[in-house]
Each structure stands twice: as structure tokens, then as C-alpha cells.
């Protein structure tokens, strides 16, 4: 069956780091998405992608970049981790056609930044 | 702007009992609208989604929402809630058409007594 996963599922790091967290789809959808998920504020869209080569910000793209090299991944980089990047981060895809497509969401990364 | 509004934060019900979760919508055009569920420590699970047409909408789970342009709501409905459906649920509006990209509410989290 095709799946969305992320990896690592928890993650501590420590305030100046580079951290790196994965996501890899079998979907074959071109887009993908990245999230963060906060107390008070529900989902709020980091960076996404339509295809290979692409990639667009979102409303909290600050201190966050993303590469898409291939169509099953879209790794999110923090890129000197800040206390304020602590949260739980979602990546989904949908796939491309001429209405909204259904996202699938990933289960989740923990991420904790001391 | 398009925006999402979950006007409940917390709402608990007993097992047994019918369940409506408010969710209002801000947006100009036809709206694309979804409601997801998150379990504890899970990623989202779409419910159900409204693109046109009938106005009602049948779930998994037993889920129903219902599209009311007049009062710019999709409230999410189940006449008979289980313990199992104690979750944090989501409402959100596609953004612009041909974006793929959704605009989520914060989330009201369901609590079930036994």
C-alpha cells in the first residue's frame, strides 16, 4: 500500500543546530507539503512543492528550507534550530488535477529544541 | 483572505450521545472543505470533504457534515458518539484553486465520557 512516512518520529536537539527531518511518500503525488502543528494555532503551512525542483513558502518559512531532487521526497531543514521550532511537524502530498486534492499526512515528527 | 474558524476548543460529550462540531469558513468562491481527525499521537485522517453538489456528506466512521453557504458553515455531526472517536478534529478550506494548499482551523479537541 502507498504510504507517507517521516522520520525520525522524535527528535531533541540543542538551540544553533542544523536539523534535518525526512519525509518520503509512494504515492507518486507531486505535491508535498510541510507543517507545523502548535497549541492554539492548529496547522500552519512551513514550505511546498509541485514537482521536482520545486519549492514555495508558506506562511512560517522563517529559519526553514526545503529541497525537492526526487518526487518521493521533501526533506524539511531548520537550519540553526531556535526554542520557537520546538513543535510537532507533519508532512503530507496530494496529487495534481484541476480540483483540491485530498491531502495525506505522514504521522508526525516530535521535535524538541533545548 | 480565506480563514477557518473552530469556535470550540474543548468540547466533551458523553458515549452515547449525538455530536456537532462548528466550523466557519471564510472564503469568496465555492469553497473546497475538509475535516480530519487526529488521535493521540497520530498524523490526520481525512473524515470526509465537500468539493459540489449534494450539500450533505457522508464520512467514515459514522461522520456527517453539512455545507451551508448561507450561514458559511461545515459543521461536522455523529449521531451516536463511541469512546474509540475521543480526538482532536480539524476543520479546513482549500485555498485558492489550482494552490492544493488547505487553511486549517486549530482544532477542537472531543473528550468522551463513559
Known amino acids: 500500500d502507498a504510504e507517507i512516512t517521516q522520520s525520525p518520529r522524535h527528535k531533541i536537539t540543542e538551540t544553533g543546530r542544523q536539523v534535518t527531518l525526512a519525509c518520503h511518500q509512494t504515492?507518486?503525488?507531486?505535491?508535498m507539503f510541510w507543517y507545523r502543528q502548535d497549541l492554539g494555532h492548529g496547522l500552519r503551512l512551513i514550505h511546498y512543492?509541485?514537482?521536482?525542483?520545486?519549492?514555495n513558502k508558506g506562511e512560517v518559512s522563517d529559519g526553514y528550507s526545503v529541497s525537492r531532487s526526487n518526487t518521493e521526497d521533501l526533506p524539511l531543514t531548520l537550519e540553526s534550530a531556535a526554542s520557537s521550532q520546538t513543535s510537532v511537524y507533519f508532512c503530507?502530498?496530494?496529487?495534481?488535477?484541476?480540483?483540491?486534492?485530498?491531502?495525506?499526512f505522514g504521522p508526525g515528527t516530535r521535535l524538541l529544541v533545548l | 483572505a480565506q480563514s477557518v474558524t473552530q469556535p470550540d476548543i474543548h468540547i466533551t460529550v458523553s458515549e452515547g450521545a449525538s455530536l456537532e462540531l462548528r466550523c466557519n469558513y471564510s472564503?469568496?468562491?465555492?469553497?473546497?472543505l475538509f475535516w480530519y481527525v487526529q488521535s493521540p499521537g497520530q498524523g490526520l485522517q481525512l473524515l470526509l470533504k465537500?468539493?459540489?453538489?449534494?450539500?450533505l456528506v457522508q464520512g467514515i466512521k459514522g461522520f456527517e457534515a453539512e455545507f451551508k453557504r448561507s450561514q458559511s458553515s461545515f459543521n461536522l455531526r455523529k449521531p451516536s458518539v463511541h469512546w474509540s472517536d475521543a480526538a482532536e478534529y480539524f476543520c479546513?478550506?482549500?485555498?485558492?484553486?489550482?494552490?492544493?494548499?488547505?487553511?486549517f482551523g486549530t482544532g477542537t479537541r472531543l473528550k468522551v465520557l463513559a
Open positions: 479546513a478550506v482549500g485555498a485558492d484553486s489550482g494552490t492544493y494548499k488547505y487553511i
Open positions: 465537500y468539493f459540489s453538489g449534494d450539500t
Open positions: 512543492s509541485y514537482g521536482v525542483q520545486d519549492t
Open positions: 504515492w507518486n503525488h507531486n505535491n
Open positions: 503530507a502530498s496530494s496529487e495534481s488535477g484541476t480540483t483540491q486534492e485530498t491531502q495525506y
Open positions: 472564503y469568496g468562491a465555492t469553497p473546497y
